[in-house]
Structure formats: structure tokens, C-alpha cells
């Protein structure tokens, strides 16, 4: 096939097995959604670049290197969403959501668009799941939120250690950038030329870097921790004790700050113990929402990355008997019917399509793993029933197919 015809680098199909694991991950996600009642929000895939600029952030990888921008025909600089939640906040204040309920509790689900090199569960077009809550400032909200994130990790049985940390706010945020920036002045000469290049202007980036040196070099770093006011001491411990109190394990990560710059008080990620690589990924936002126009609105929320969950989940098994139609002869009016009968009493029912003998067609049944293979010949049409065969035991009766249960 000439290279035109290929999808483009980072693009995927999804299909069998791995779509079975896809649609295994969001259901069980929708499941677990529904019982927390969450509600379902969907937002455009395009946005005016600006709505992630300057949510995410300037200095960001995702906002510098990883976005896809375009303009349209009138000039517009539009982006296919990198992340779910810039969006997620637009739709909030445009539709006035705020008006209408003290606080919102929202997930939405589809594709993400990042320009990243592609390897084993990173592409170009990827999925999320994520929540959004919206109105509520206090910390049984954050550890709600994780609990929520350790019971789809826990219905997935994928091993993955949830990490935690507190960013601060405008309050107490200040005074530790400076102090960071002068420790990163301290250790320049260990880290990378982009540490270097960001350490001034977005210094806690510096400990997200991926490079070994840079790793090293802030291992020792001023921690966030050390500087939070009392409100958000008080907030990060009760977050830890209600955790704690609920029987979820975590790790405090001094050094984890999460890739966007939105985030405040408390940010966490799930890394799997496998792939050591994140699969859950969230945290506070308390003043996105305002920057955006919107009212001061106290928010949170967290993405789940389906095609890194993919890695870890087994496929599930399948859940139904299937029922496969066998047509001998010229029966069809009849085994349409027979089709429809079994159908409406709920069976999984594929009908023959391929021509031959009976062989042939055992062997596709079996090929397909079907658990009966129903035969309608000219005989069992003029009886009214089918031949109905047991493809594990080989065991074939003729029944009304109104009995079959
Ligand atoms: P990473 O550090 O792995 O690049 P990130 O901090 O960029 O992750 P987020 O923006 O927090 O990721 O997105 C949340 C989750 O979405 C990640 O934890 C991951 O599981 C998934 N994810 C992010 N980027 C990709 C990608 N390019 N392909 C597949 N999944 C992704
Ligand atoms: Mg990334």
C-alpha cells in the first residue's frame, strides 16, 4: 500500500482484541460513573488554540511542541484538543452551568491530539476518560476523587500506585518558586539545556523533567510542602487522613507537579508498578475556571489515558452464547425468521453467510466460537423447528425455534 494510504504516524485503528480491551475500560469506567453520579459532558474536539494556551499554559511541552494548530479559512487559529479539561471548563462558563446548581460533577470521554514521538501507549490521537468537579473547595471532595480513581484501577485489576502532592496556592505558591529557582541556580550546571532555558520561568517544571541528570539534580530540591500556608497544610493533611480513614494506599511525590499549569493544592497520578509509566492523572484547579471569565469556582478532576490502561488489562471474556444460523437449500425466507424469533428472546445470532456444505460451515462456526449451530434445512422448515447442535458436546435436537431458551 503507498504511503499516502496509510494512516499517519501516531494514528491508529483500534479494532479486535484491542478494541475489546478499549470497550472493557470505558464501560467499566461508565459503570463506576454512574454509581458515583457523575454526568456526562461532550465538548468539541476543535477549540480556539487560545482556550488551551492559556490554560495549560506557555511553557508547557503540551502547549509548545505537542499541539496541533491550524488555521481556518477565515484566519482563526483553532487546535484539536491536547486534554479534556480546558474544554470542560469553556462549556462550564458558556452554558452558565453555575446558575443552575451549586456544583457540578461531570466526565466526558473521546479523543486527544498531542504531537508527541510515538512509542508503546503513546500516540498522536489517544482517549481519556475524565471527571470534572466544579464548586467545591473542601478536601472530601479531593479524596473522593481519588478513591474514585483507586476503584477503577481496582475493577480493572491493574496495579498502580497512586502518588500525591500539594502545589500550594497564590498564597504560599510565591515565595517557594523563588526559593526553587534558587536551588535550581544552585544545581544548573547538572541539568538539561531546556531545564536550563525553563528554570526561570517555570521552574517547578524542571521537576517533571525526564532527563537522568536532571532527575538527580533535583532529588534534593526545596519541596513544596515545606512552604504551604496553613489553609493548604490543613487541606493536604485531611486529604491524607480521609485516604487514609478509606483504606486507599498512596505515596507522597514531593517532586511530582504534573505537566500543565493549572493545578493547585492537591495533584496525584497513578503509576502503574508494571509499565511505571501513569495511567490517572489529575488534581485541583481552583482558579481555572476564573481566569477563564468565569466566577471564582473552586474545581477538580483527573483523565485516565485508555490506551496505557490497554497495556495492562487482560481482554474480558466474552459474556453471551452465540448462536449460529446454518441456511440448507432455499430456506432463507425462513431463516431470517428463525434469526428474528431467537433475537427477540435477547440470543446473539450470527446468520450464515457462507455458501457451502455443512463442513465448511461447522468449521466457521467454530472459527467464530460459537456455542450452537442452528441448522435449518428444507425439512426442519416444513416441521417448523431447527436442528439445533451443541458445538461442545456434538449433541443436535430438533426444536421449535420459540423453545429455544
Ligand atoms: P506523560 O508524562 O506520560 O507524558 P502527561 O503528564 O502528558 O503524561 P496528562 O496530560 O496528565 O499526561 O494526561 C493524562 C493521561 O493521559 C496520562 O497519564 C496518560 O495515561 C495519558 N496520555 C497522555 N499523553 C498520551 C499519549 N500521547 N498517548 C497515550 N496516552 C497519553
Ligand atoms: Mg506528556
Same mark, same amino acid.
Request: proline share 4%; aromatic share 10%.
Given at each position: 500500500?503507498?504511503?499516502?494510504?496509510?494512516?499517519?504516524?501516531?494514528?491508529?485503528?483500534?479494532?479486535?482484541?484491542?478494541?475489546?480491551?478499549?470497550?472493557?475500560?470505558?464501560?467499566?469506567?461508565?459503570?463506576?460513573?454512574?454509581? !458515583?453520579?457523575?454526568?456526562?459532558?461532550?465538548?468539541?474536539?476543535?477549540?480556539?488554540?487560545?482556550?488551551?494556551?492559556?490554560?495549560?499554559?506557555?511553557?508547557?511541552?503540551?502547549?509548545?511542541?505537542?499541539?496541533?494548530?491550524?488555521?481556518?479559512?477565515?484566519?482563526?487559529?483553532?487546535?484539536?484538543?491536547?486534554?479534556?479539561?480546558?474544554?470542560?471548563?469553556?462549556? !462550564?462558563?458558556?452554558?452558565?452551568?453555575?446558575?443552575?446548581?451549586?456544583?457540578?460533577?461531570?466526565?466526558?470521554?473521546?479523543?486527544?491530539?498531542?504531537?508527541?514521538?510515538?512509542?508503546?501507549?503513546?500516540?498522536?490521537?489517544?482517549?481519556?476518560?475524565?471527571?470534572?468537579?466544579?464548586?467545591?473547595?473542601?478536601?472530601?471532595?479531593?479524596?473522593?476523587?481519588? =478513591?474514585?480513581?483507586?476503584?477503577?484501577?481496582?475493577?480493572?485489576?491493574?496495579?498502580?500506585?497512586?502518588?500525591?502532592?500539594?502545589?500550594?496556592?497564590?498564597?504560599?505558591?510565591?515565595?517557594?518558586?523563588?526559593?526553587?529557582?534558587?536551588?535550581?541556580?544552585?544545581?544548573?550546571?547538572?541539568?538539561?539545556?531546556?531545564?536550563?532555558?525553563?528554570?526561570?520561568?517555570?521552574?517547578?517544571?524542571?521537576?517533571?523533567?525526564?532527563?537522568?541528570?536532571?532527575?538527580?539534580?533535583? =532529588?534534593?530540591?526545596?519541596?513544596?510542602?515545606?512552604?504551604?500556608?496553613?489553609?493548604?497544610?490543613?487541606?493536604?493533611?485531611?486529604?491524607?487522613? !480521609?485516604?487514609?480513614?478509606?483504606?486507599?494506599?498512596?505515596?507522597?511525590?514531593?517532586?511530582?507537579?504534573?505537566?500543565?499549569?493549572?493545578?493547585?493544592?492537591?495533584?496525584?497520578?497513578?503509576?502503574?508498578?508494571?509499565?511505571?509509566?501513569?495511567?490517572?492523572?489529575?488534581?485541583?484547579?481552583?482558579?481555572?475556571?476564573?481566569?477563564?471569565?468565569?466566577?471564582?469556582?473552586?474545581?477538580?478532576?483527573?483523565?485516565?489515558?485508555?490506551?496505557?490502561?490497554?497495556?495492562?488489562?487482560?481482554?474480558?471474556?466474552?459474556?453471551?452464547?452465540?448462536?449460529?444460523?446454518?441456511?440448507?437449500?432455499?430456506?432463507?425466507?425462513?431463516?431470517? =425468521?428463525?434469526?428474528?424469533?431467537?433475537?427477540?428472546?435477547?440470543?446473539?445470532?450470527?446468520?450464515?453467510?457462507?455458501?457451502?456444505?455443512?463442513?465448511?460451515?461447522?468449521?466457521?462456526?467454530?472459527?467464530?466460537?460459537?456455542?450452537?449451530?442452528?441448522?435449518?434445512?428444507?425439512?426442519?422448515?416444513?416441521?417448523?423447528?431447527?436442528?439445533?447442535?451443541?458445538?461442545?458436546?456434538?449433541?443436535?435436537?430438533?426444536?421449535?425455534?420459540?423453545?429455544?431458551?
Amino acid at each position: 500500500m503507498s504511503k499516502e494510504f496509510q494512516a499517519p504516524r501516531g494514528f491508529h485503528d483500534i479494532l479486535g482484541s484491542d478494541l475489546r480491551k478499549f470497550r472493557r475500560i470505558t464501560s467499566t469506567v461508565r459503570d463506576i460513573l454512574k454509581r !458515583y453520579n457523575y454526568e456526562e459532558i461532550i465538548t468539541p474536539v476543535v477549540e480556539f488554540a487560545e482556550v488551551f494556551e492559556r490554560s495549560i499554559g506557555e511553557t508547557t511541552d503540551i502547549v509548545q511542541k505537542e499541539m496541533f494548530v491550524f488555521t481556518d479559512r477565515k484566519g482563526r487559529r483553532l487546535a484539536l484538543r491536547p486534554e479534556g479539561t480546558a474544554g470542560v471548563v469553556r462549556a !462550564y462558563i458558556q452554558n452558565r452551568l453555575y446558575t443552575q446548581k451549586p456544583y457540578h460533577k461531570l466526565f466526558y470521554e473521546g479523543p486527544m491530539f498531542r504531537y508527541e514521538r510515538p512509542q508503546a501507549g503513546r500516540y498522536r490521537q489517544f482517549h481519556q476518560i475524565g471527571v470534572e468537579v466544579f464548586g467545591v473547595a473542601e478536601p472530601h471532595a479531593d479524596a473522593e476523587l481519588l =478513591k474514585l480513581a483507586d476503584d477503577i484501577l481496582k475493577a480493572l485489576n491493574v496495579r498502580a500506585t497512586l502518588e500525591i502532592n500539594s502545589l500550594g496556592c497564590r498564597v504560599c505558591r510565591p515565595a517557594y518558586r523563588e526559593a526553587l529557582v534558587e536551588y535550581l541556580n544552585r544545581v544548573s550546571d547538572q541539568l538539561c539545556k531546556v531545564c536550563v532555558d525553563r528554570k526561570d520561568r517555570n521552574p517547578l517544571r524542571v521537576l517533571d523533567c525526564k532527563v537522568e541528570t536532571c532527575k538527580e539534580a533535583v =532529588k534534593e530540591a526545596t519541596k513544596m510542602v515545606d512552604f504551604l500556608c496553613e489553609e493548604c497544610r490543613e487541606h493536604y493533611e485531611k486529604v491524607k487522613a !480521609y485516604l487514609t480513614n478509606l483504606g486507599v494506599s498512596f505515596r507522597e511525590n514531593h517532586n511530582l507537579v504534573r505537566g500543565l499549569d493549572y493545578y493547585t493544592r492537591t495533584v496525584f497520578e497513578a503509576v502503574s508498578e508494571e509499565l511505571d509509566v501513569a495511567v490517572v492523572a489529575g488534581g485541583r484547579y481552583d482558579y481555572l475556571v476564573e481566569e477563564f471569565g468565569g466566577p471564582p469556582t473552586p474545581a477538580l478532576g483527573f483523565a485516565v489515558g485508555v490506551e496505557r490502561l490497554m497495556l495492562l488489562v487482560e481482554e474480558p471474556e466474552r459474556d453471551y452464547e452465540l448462536y449460529f444460523v446454518i441456511p440448507f437449500g432455499d430456506v432463507h425466507a425462513y431463516a431470517l =425468521k428463525v434469526v428474528d424469533v431467537l433475537r427477540k428472546k435477547g440470543k446473539v445470532v450470527e446468520l450464515s453467510y457462507r455458501k457451502g456444505g455443512l463442513r465448511k460451515q461447522l468449521e466457521l462456526a467454530n472459527r467464530l466460537s460459537a456455542d450452537y449451530a442452528v441448522i435449518v434445512g428444507e425439512e426442519e422448515m416444513k416441521e417448523g423447528v431447527v436442528s439445533l447442535k451443541d458445538m461442545r458436546t456434538g449433541e443436535q435436537r430438533k426444536v421449535k425455534p420459540e423453545e429455544i431458551d
